[in-house]
């Protein structure tokens, strides 16, 4: 893809159908925290006062905060602006750019299924916020940055095979904590079904003691464990060497 001038700087943001979205609901939780406050009869004016205020505060700023998220692809470098915090990837310092999924993408239904990611010569990935199918075209969006990085990261730019494998270190730790996290909610089914078998069936006690509670304080953490390790260790097996 041709990039030029007019390409950068290239600015990614929550979407104004979102902030609407936020400004109702942080209205929502003020109506709902701060109008018990106020009327809350055993706490000094003064306490009711500040706490209201505070709350009022922390929500005004959380919606300030998140609208000045963003991405941001200049001539020098892919810059993140969090809520709290800023990161930055000269573009002769990123050693790889990956379209993935979205490790959070079951935790909510509006959450974003892909996204993408900047890594760098230590091999720690840098999400790029709004970068992800609820936002842009991701294919779209993604061709864009990566031909920025070819074309703005130098001549004399040469893959780091030390960061590539941490690179890869990386994406196994990801996957191999994804199917972990998987695996263990998906041991709850058959734990409950073992831990229901001492209600309708007559066990040993020694089967009970070991039944409940332990069942699921042992095993699902367990499960996650030896889950991430399976995967990763096969993961690392995979990757060819360098």
Known sequence: ??????????????????IRAMVFAFLGAAITIVAPLL?????????????????????????????????????????VR??????????????????????????????ANVIVSAYGRDGRRLILPFVDDRHVNVEREFAVLQALWFQLRGADWRPDAEAARHIERQTARQSALGCGVAAMFLSIIP????????VFFDMP??????????IFLVGPPAVLLLTMYGVYRKTLRQIPPR
Not at 1 to 15: A, F, H, K, N
Not at 40 to 48: I, K, N, Q, S, T
Not at 191 to 198: A, D, E, H, K, W
Request: aromatic share 6%.
């Open 1 to 18: 893809m041709d990039v030029g001038p007019r390409t950068v700087p290239r600015e990614y943001r929550i979407s104004s159908a979102q």
């Open 39 to 79: 009327f809350l009869e055993g706490l000094p004016v003064l306490a009711r006062t500040l706490g209201s205020v505070g709350t009022l505060g922390l929500l005004g700023w959380l919606l300030w905060a998140v609208g000045r998220c963003a991405t941001t692809a200049d001539v020098k470098a892919l810059r």
């Open 191 to 198: 734990i409950t079904g073992i831990s229901l078998l001492t």
């Open 82 to 111: 969090g809520l709290v915090t800023r990161r930055h990837l000269a573009w002769e310092d990123i050693q790889a750019l990956r379209v993935e999924p979205n490790p959070g993408a079951g935790a909510a239904s509006n959450a």
């Open 205 to 214: 006690e020694i089967v009970n003691t070991l039944v409940w509670p332990w």
